[in-house]
């Protein structure tokens, strides 16, 4: 299996095979041979517990140590320490050279077991999961870390002790989902044994295009009025100029601005001025004073993990819908020491999350995106090779008026092209792909568009909005998806500046022949196909391009 996927890549991952020894995919089996290892259930989730007898042979010089409890927990790690193993702390650090089950589950809530090494990584496991689903490869595709509740891995049993977070008129028992995107060198093995035994917690396979847009469209990413003080200290140098200096170098830029503050034992939210700066995150007490006599020190962003809340105002009040929690490392399960944060709009939180990504990996981060970058330009499996991504954004202006195509370099001259095919198309009527007439209001155009991934059928209006949310607030993103008010209409759905908007797409008959339009019939398309197919490189009369769909795999 490994040869056929191309084993040029030492990941160690492979899936349990299935009964007899074949592998076959999603069917969990038993080992071929006689002594064999035991079977594997997908039901049953495997935790893989330290042992204190094998920690005691691979460490002779623990065996001389006092078996008594360490008076001084907060001067060494736990974790690494074979007097304070213990149950509640979890299944302990991964050790090399074995072999740990991960189970990965998809955006429809079906479930893969993979077996991973202790040095598996994120992007290693994506690869591995790009391969098997036969999905488009790109570095797009991400590993999230899922949380069902915001006591972030606590145990159902123990749910009941953090009541004290939920406001007056709200569920006692929180049940907020929190998640966070792996980063590509990050080990999966060794997140997955941070969960406290049973946690309410996962891994999921899917896309996330916001991943690496920080290199992409940073100046937008950073509105000047959360990086004025790095303005104010380089003034000679533009906005989008400074930002690049920043990513180039791998570091941070200050930021500051207002979040909604709540923690622990708090009932209400108050308004604080944060800042950023090289020495971890401050919040003012005072204002919006820089002195620092009023700054506070608030986190610890290097021993942190940073998680998106979603449905924070139902279940905890939040002003916004735009929340966020910081984790310390320290704290394994429950609320104690979680720090639960609002901002006031998505493009804030956007600039916040990016800051604090640049602030804990620095130049790390950078190298992530640059060798995602080369494997685009790589064949990615040995194989046949694959189709082409619209995705990649690598679509140049081309003319084919003479004998042979050339590429438009003119931006005048692209402009006055693409104004002509616009025109042509509206004039337009006949099926792109040379159909004989007879087909043209046959079955086949009303319904083609329904073997394209980005057609998601029926689903609703606020489902399209969480789907997309989930697969990253970028320019571009989009999906079609039927409409619930029109029985024979169809909705385009697309982001532009952070928010999700929805244009209709009508069906209209003339001389018998059918098509679509969402312009009152002046740009008239034979089938959606056509339609998505043109707004890739047109804009049309929509606010920007169609770049990435949304899209979601099988496992």
């Not at 891994?203 to 940073?218: D, G, M």
């Not at 940073?306 to 819908?321: D, R």
């Amino acid at each position: 299996d490994n040869a056929m996927d191309g084993g040029a890549q030492q990941s160690s991952l492979r899936e349990p095979p299935g009964p007899g020894g074949a592998e076959q995919q999603g069917v969990p089996g038993e080992w071929d041979g006689g002594e064999g290892p035991p079977e594997v259930k997908r039901s049953q989730p495997l935790f893989i517990h330290s042992s204190s007898r094998q920690l005691l042979e691979e460490e002779p010089r623990a065996s001389s140590l006092p078996s008594i409890p360490n008076p001084f927990p907060e001067l060494c790690s736990p974790s690494n320490s074979p007097i304070l193993s213990s149950p509640a702390l979890g299944q302990g650090p991964p050790r090399e050279g074995t072999s740990h089950v991960v189970k990965v589950f998809g955006e429809d809530g079906a479930c893969r077991s993979l077996e991973a090494s202790a040095g598996t990584t994120a992007r290693q496991l994506c690869e591995t999961l790009v391969r098997r689903t036969r999905a488009l490869q790109d570095h797009s595709w991400a590993l999230v870390e899922l949380h069902q509740h915001l006591a972030l891995g606590e145990p159902p049993a123990r749910r009941g002790m953090a009541r004290h977070w939920a406001p007056p008129g709200h569920p006692a028992e929180p049940c907020s989902p929190a998640e966070r995107c792996l980063e590509d060198h990050e080990s999966v093995v060794e997140v997955q044994s941070s969960w406290p035994p049973g946690a309410d917690s996962r891994f999921v396979f899917r896309k996330n295009f916001a991943k690496y847009e920080l290199f992409k469209s940073n100046a937008s990413l950073f509105p000047e009025v959360m990086v004025s003080s790095c303005l104010e200290a380089n003034k000679s140098m533009a906005h989008s100029e400074l930002i690049q200096n920043f990513l180039n170098s791998g570091s941070c830029p200050e930021v500051q601005g207002f979040l909604q503050l709540r923690e622990a034992g708090r009932k209400v939210w108050k308004r604080f001025y944060f800042s950023l700066r090289r020495s971890g995150l401050y919040y003012s007490t005072k204002g919006t004073s820089k002195d620092p006599r009023h700054l506070q020190y608030f986190a610890d962003l290097t021993e942190s993990n940073i998680y998106y809340v979603t449905q924070g105002k139902k279940h905890y009040g939040t002003p916004t819908e735009f929340g966020f929690c910081i984790k310390p490392y320290k704290v394994r399960s429950g609320v104690k020491g979680l720090k639960l944060l609002c901002s006031e709009d998505e493009q804030s939180r956007s600039c916040w999350m990016a800051a604090f990504r640049l602030f804990k990996y620095g130049m790390q981060l950078y190298r992530n995106y640059q060798q995602a970058q080369a494997r685009l330009s790589q064949p990615p499996w040995i194989g046949p090779t694959p189709l082409r991504s619209v995705s990649d954004n690598a679509l140049v202006a081309m003319d084919f008026s003479g004998c042979t195509g050339r590429v438009i370099e003119n931006p005048s001259e692209v402009l006055t092209v693409a104004l002509e095919e616009a025109q042509a198309w509206r004039k337009k009527t006949t099926h792109r792909y040379s159909l004989p007439a007879a087909c043209q209001s046959s079955p086949l155009s009303t319904a083609i568009h329904c073997t394209q991934p980005w057609f998601h059928g029926r689903i609703s209006r606020e489902d399209t909005q969480q789907l997309i949310g989930r697969q990253g607030l970028v320019d571009g993103v989009f999906l079609v998806r039927e409409s619930q008010r029109n029985p024979k209409g169809f909705v385009l759905s697309l982001c532009h500046l952070q928010r999700v908007k929805h244009y209709l797409i009508l069906p209209s008959e003339e001389e018998g022949r059918l098509y679509f339009t969402m312009d009152d019939g002046q740009t008239r398309f034979a089938d959606l196909i056509q339609l998505v197919e043109f707004h890739q490189i047109n804009r049309g009369i929509l606010p920007c391009k169609l770049r990435h769909y949304c899209t979601c795999v099988a496992l």
